[in-house]
């Protein structure tokens, strides 16, 4: 079964303080990996894509690399600031199956103290 | 740009009761698929659509039927509501698998509670 692992569950940062969240697949097989934020209530808003071909993303403080060889990726989040407290959701598109819908991590919930 | 609009936001249901949530985008695209949240559990997929006339089963499929008669509209339907099925659910939408480089969209999520 292809599973995605993200690690820590839950993380709580002082403001200002550079932050890695980890995401982990099983199959090296893939399509893509998005990385998603999701607001308490909320739904999930689009952070970064990165395609099978590519190693990083950037966008603003945010920069997410991609290792496939070892099933990995890190959502790098730069001068934290509380603004940034929230769920963050890594999803992959298993490329077996032919389905290509996403398969997610449980999360890590990021909380960001003045 | 609607994107992906869920209807209702918010439902309490009796268990036994049936009922459908609805979602529509109108971004064309083929793609469609249900998820359910839970604490703790992330995301899991009910069904999925990869276009009009196909649906196929996820992750956690029982009690739950979908049909896609159109390329904007995947409802989901609860046959029999029951206290399992408490949860929030999200439709999600992305374009062919030709173009399935572009991300996926969320809509905002129905609160479902059975009482």
């Known amino acids: 079964k292809q599973e995605v692992t993200q690690i820590p569950a839950a993380l709580s940062v002082p403001e200002g303080e550079n932050l890695v969240l980890n995401c982990s697949f099983t199959d090296s097989a893939i399509y893509n990996l998005q990385w998603f934020r999701q607001d308490p209530g909320k739904g999930l808003t689009s952070l970064l894509l990165i395609q099978s071909s590519q190693r990083e993303q950037t966008s603003g403080r945010l920069n997410a690399s991609l290792d496939k060889s070892s099933g990995r990726s890190t959502l790098y989040i730069a001068a934290s600031q509380p603004g940034d407290s929230a769920t963050y959701l890594c999803?992959?598109?298993?490329?077996?199956?032919?389905?290509?819908?996403?398969?997610f991590g449980r999360g890590t919930s990021l909380i960001v103290h003045p | 740009n609607a994107g992906v609009t869920q209807t209702p936001k918010f439902q309490v249901l009796k268990t036994g009761q049936s009922m459908t949530l609805q979602c529509a985008q109108d971004?064309?695209?083929?793609?469609m698929s249900w998820y359910r949240q839970d604490p703790g559990m992330g995301l899991r997929l009910i069904h999925y659509?990869?276009?009009?006339?196909?649906?196929d089963q996820g992750e956690v499929p029982n009690g739950y039927n979908v049909s896609r008669s159109t390329t904007e509209d995947f409802p989901l339907r609860l046959l029999s509501a029951a206290p399992s099925q408490t949860s929030v659910y999200f439709c999600a939408s992305s374009p062919h698998v030709g173009q399935a480089r572009q991300p996926q969209h969320f809509g905002d999520g129905t609160r479902l509670s059975i009482l």
């Open positions: 659509s990869v276009g009009a006339g196909i649906t």
């Open positions: 999803a992959v598109r298993f490329l077996s199956g032919g389905s290509y819908i996403p398969t």
């Open positions: 971004m064309n695209h083929e793609y």
